[in-house]
């Protein structure tokens, strides 16, 4: 994933025991929580919850939107950004 510009918040190191990962799966833990959490709350289509999280493919964040239990909800913005990907692919 290509960052622009980045964050820096301060986690207490106890999360990161809580959540029982090591040091260097942390960061990519907290993305996808973050991302996830946008997602459920509706502030993010799919497509921008895959990006905030890093991952390669929409059926990824399907499979991490699962992991976290959180409702899969294709969205009116969610078809608009598939067709578009769709007629980019396709060509005119």
């Known amino acids: 994933m290509e960052t622009k510009e980045v964050e820096r918040v ?6 990161r025991t809580a959540a029982g990962i090591s040091e260097g799966e ?10 996830v959490s946008l997602y459920r709350s509706g ?14 493919s929409r ?21 608009v950004e598939d067709a578009d990907t769709l007629g980019q692919l396709l060509g005119p």
């Open 59 to 79: 059926w990824e964040a399907m499979a991490l939107l699962k992991r976290y239990g959180a409702w899969f909800d294709l969205r009116a913005e969610d078809i």
């Open 10 to 15: 301060e986690i207490p190191r106890a999360a």
């Open 43 to 56: 502030k993010v289509s799919l497509g921008k919850a895959v990006e905030l999280a890093g991952l390669p």
């Open 26 to 35: 942390f960061p990519e833990y907290v993305r996808e929580a973050v991302a």
